[in-house]
């Protein structure tokens, strides 16, 4: 589940961005893999959902969005799960001072 308090407050002006999503028509099952997908059907339904949000002209406020609430199911903004979780996990690296 999304970290839950990292959304931001319920406030039309921080969601309206939503409105433009390439996706908001488009059947959600694009963008969320049923249970049991592996493979090559997981990387082409993957795919093509990458592909709406290469069109899509809020990728930015959806991929940042996704990243500030850690949202572990799903493509947002062009990336997959495992793409967050690495980006992610480089920054949280990245904030970890090194041992001398």
């Known amino acids: 589940m ?3 308090a ?3 407050k319920p406030l039309v ?5 939503q409105n433009a999503g390439a996706c908001r028509d488009l059947p959600s099952e694009m963008f969320f893999h049923p249970d049991g997908e ?6 082409k339904r993957e795919n093509k959902a990458i592909a709406v949000c290469q069109t899509c002209p809020v990728i930015e406020q959806c991929r940042n969005q ?3 609430i850690q949202e ?11 793409d967050r979780l690495a980006i ?3 920054k949280v690296r990245q904030s970890i001072p090194h041992a001398s």
């Open 2 to 4: 999304a970290e839950m």
């Open 6 to 8: 990292r959304l931001p």
């Open 13 to 17: 002006e921080i969601w309206q961005w």
């Open 38 to 43: 592996r493979g090559p059907s997981r990387r």
């Open 66 to 68: 996704a990243l500030m």
């Open 72 to 82: 572990p199911y799903g493509i947002w903004g062009g990336l997959t799960e495992d």
């Open 88 to 90: 992610i996990g480089m």
